[in-house]
């Protein structure tokens, strides 16, 4: 067990616990690289395999790095209908990069998902977990623009 | 009021809909202002739309703010209990709904226990203590109440089934992963009221006799959590849990975000650390569960109602609903209507109350309802005077689900509606079912070419008959249900189907294939906002959109300060050549 991987100890090692392991993996590093897999295969005394299994399975778990600024725009239904589809053009367009994708220097990255229980503030996007509703083109441009520039 | 009146108390809503809308900025400013009087956070009280919101409590009364901005100026104007931003409750909501499960939320701080206990919190697990645990099986099943998750399961059944077991371990479960994209009821309760929540399953645990109690939250729902988890704190240093002789353990687990995995037996796979696809029942969870242990599952909104039972006992609580669905029922409202958010209403209430009385929607822009989310269907507007139950609109082709509802206006296509929700599930598909897994994806690439332009009529046909294949294919609920929403609108909207697939045109122009996009010169100020924001250069320098280089992602339309660029009818539009 390598040392970095020290928070997992809190953890019990029942293979139940395996998504909870994962999880803490990714809410430390931001995503589950191939080195982190195998940390935790060995911590639940499983094959790499299977975690790889379950981690493949579940729509939270990513695979690369994500940027400094994550970005998730809604596209749950009331969201979508009330045009998350333009929201995640524009910020596609703002950003250069397209749904799942980082940017070059690591600042930004990209994301839809379905619905952040905001759906009365459709559409909303959230950054980093905060989440921003009743938005337009010149609000989410705004939004980008402020994080850009912190 | 007066001026003379002494503020008391603020409140201040910052569960997730009123932080998004801003309000811990504005909590922020109400502290530094507050001087010695107590500020309070609490829930949200339904009415998402008028977030931030604020309550004054003074000598003289509550007087609410709504859409309060996080300037100095706002905030005096409340200090001043000035008249700028006063919030009323519409008077169509007012009349028309009925709080009882949501009757503190908003109005108490989600985390004290005292303040839940002085609003008659805790007295229904006193009351159940008093009684033997059959007895509280029994109040259930007098009120009628049936599982809030979406089934509809009579939940005093359930729970008799587990309290008949005779079990080393047995475990209870909160559903509380609400996967239909477009609902917040259960995020509402457990952020707001988490203390009524948690009664419930004590309740529960209590006449089932359930040695551990599991509750699976959506991991979209930080705030719920930790509500949850401060809840779950208070009742352990008040030994709440300790109940069949032995002291109870409750343990939130995140989900890892997929939809498959609301569904009972998948729940339980995920819970256990693995893949969470569902399988065959028999036997069901409360046979054989977790760890194949027997276990109950029921959803957020099913326990929430269960403190109401016990407190006014199971006949008075059936004297609210309809013949098969008793009680109240939550539903969020969103879409296109003025007052999106939660709102609670007797079963049986029609859905005209419920979208043009309650949501305020125009009646002159309403083509539909979408209930039930991705297994659901949608209901036009010619059969709005159906009442909300179980039975009614299982009989119209939708369902009732957890009570997600989204009005769609008339400036929307029903085709990618249902093109949307066959992506969804086409992609939450576990995989295990043929019918659901490649089934759903044909049907979805089917209507990707309806929207497209490319679809022939045959295609309707199609349609149909994969969506009644993959019902009758399907293992679990997910695949039983995924064709719902395009055999409802084929059902229904045939029509925009044939517009789509014979003329080639989306009459609601929304599908980007079938649209082109127009700037109207004789209103064109000629500022050049189109030009310089256009990330195509569609737009030549006199003003002239390129349909072959137009993407239709109506930046051009947004940055116009005189909205004279508009969305037109395929072939309408300049193409160059
Ligand atoms: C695909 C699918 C998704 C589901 N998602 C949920 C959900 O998010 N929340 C929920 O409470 N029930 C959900 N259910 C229903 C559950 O399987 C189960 O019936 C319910 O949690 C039982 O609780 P109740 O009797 O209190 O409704 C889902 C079912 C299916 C088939
Ligand atoms: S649909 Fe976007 S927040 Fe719910």
């Not at chain 2, 890892?256 to 569904?263: D, I, L, R, T, Y």
């Given at each position: 067990m390598q040392e970095s991987y020290g928070y997992l100890n809190k953890i019990d090692k029942d293979p139940s616990n395996l998504i909870k392991g994962l999880q803490a993996v990714q809410a430390t590093e931001g995503y589950v690289s191939d080195v982190s897999i195998i940390a935790v295969a060995d911590y639940f005394s499983l094959p790499a395999v299977e975690v790889e299994g379950v981690l493949s399975f579940y729509a939270q778990f990513k695979r690369t790095k994500p940027g400094e600024y994550h970005i998730c725009v809604c596209d749950g239904t009331a969201c979508h209908i009330k045009g998350s589809t333009l929201i995640l053009d524009w910020v596609s367009t703002e950003l250069g990069i397209t749904d799942g994708e980082t940017d070059e220097n690591g600042l930004f990255s990209l994301e839809t998902v379905a619905c952040l229980g905001c759906c009365s503030l459709a559409p909303v996007l959230s950054i980093n977990g905060k989440v921003y509703g009743n938005l337009d083109r010149k609000g989410t441009v705004k939004i980008l623009k402020e994080y850009r520039n912190k | 009021m007066n001026i003379s009146d002494k503020i008391t108390k603020i409140r201040v809503g910052t569960a997730s809909c009123g932080i998004a809308a801003g309000a811990n900025e504005v909590l922020e400013l109400v502290k530094k202002h507050a001087g010695n009087i107590p500020v309070e956070e609490v829930g949200c009280i339904?009415?998402?739309?008028?977030?931030p919101l604020v309550d004054i409590e003074t000598t003289g009364g509550t007087v609410s703010y709504s859409h309060v901005a996080a300037t100095e100026k706002a905030i005096a104007n409340m200090f001043e209990l000035g008249e700028d931003n006063r919030f009323d409750i519409p008077a169509g909501r007012k009349a028309k709904e009925l709080h009882k499960v949501i009757r503190l939320a908003g109005r108490i701080c989600p985390t004290s226990y005292d303040e839940y206990i002085e609003n008659g919190g805790y007295k229904g697990l006193k009351k159940a203590f008093a009684m033997q645990p059959d007895e509280v099986v029994g109040e259930v099943k007098k009120s009628g109440l049936r599982g809030r998750g979406g089934g509809g399961f009579p939940t005093g059944m359930k729970w008799g089934f587990l309290a008949a077991k005779d079990a080393e371990q047995k475990i209870l479960i909160c559903?509380?992963?609400?996967?239909?994209?477009?609902?917040f009821m259960d995020r509402s309760l457990m952020e707001s009221v988490p203390h009524q929540v948690l009664e419930g399953m004590l309740i529960a645990a209590y006449a089932t006799g359930a040695t551990k109690i599991y509750i699976y939250c959506r991991a979209e729902y930080p705030l719920a959590i930790k509500h949850l988890q401060i809840a779950i704190e208070q009742i352990y240093e008040r030994k709440l849990n300790e109940l069949n002789g032995r002291s109870l353990e409750i343990i939130v687990k995140e989900g890892?975000?997929?939809?498959?995995?609301?569904?009972e037996t998948a729940l339980i796979h995920s819970l256990e650390g693995k893949r969470g696809t569902p399988r065959f029942r028999p036997p069901f969870p409360t046979d054989s569960g977790w760890k194949e242990w027997p276990t109950m599952i029921n959803n957020v909104e099913t326990f929430g109602n269960v403190p109401i039972i016990i407190g006014e006992g199971g006949d008075k609580y059936a004297e609210i609903g309809t013949e098969g669905s008793k009680g109240t029922k939550l539903f969020a409202l969103a879409g296109d209507l003025k007052y999106p958010g939660l709102v609670e209403v007797p079963m049986g209430t029609t859905l005209a109350e419920i979208v043009f009385e309650i949501g305020g929607a125009d009646p002159d822009n309403v083509k539909a309802v979408q209930t039930g989310g991705p297994s659901g269907g949608c209901i036009p507007v010619e059969l709005f005077d159906t009442p909300v139950d179980y039975d009614s609109l299982r009989s119209l082709g939708a369902i009732m689900g957890s009570g997600g509802m989204i009005v769609i206006g008339k400036n929307r296509c029903m085709v990618e509606t249902a093109r949307y929700f066959l992506d969804f599930t086409h992609r939450e598909?576990?995989?295990?079912c043929t019918f659901c897994r490649v089934g759903t994806k044909r049907m979805f690439e089917t209507l990707e070419r309806i929207v497209g332009g490319k679809g022939e009529l045959e295609d309707l046909d199609f349609l149909e008959d994969m969506g009644n294949k993959i019902r009758k294919g399907s293992l679990c609920g997910l695949g039983q249900t995924a064709p719902n929403p395009v055999l409802a609108t084929l059902r229904y909207f045939r029509n925009e189907y044939e517009v789509h697939v014979i003329d080639r045109q989306c009459e609601a122009l929304a599908c980007n294939a079938l649209v082109d996009v127009q700037l109207?010169?004789?209103?064109?100020?000629?500022?050049?906002l189109c030009i310089k924001n256009c990330p195509v250069d569609a737009v030549s320098d006199d003003f002239v959109i390129d349909n072959n280089k137009c993407t239709r992602c109506n930046t051009c339309i947004e940055v116009c300060p005189k909205n004279t660029i508009f969305r037109v009818k395929k072939g309408e539009g300049f193409y160059s050549e």
């Open positions: - | 339904g009415h998402c739309y008028a977030e559903n509380a992963d609400e996967g239909d994209p477009g609902a890892a975000g997929a939809f498959v995995c609301g569904e598909s576990c995989g295990k109207e010169q004789s209103n064109c100020i000629k500022c050049k």
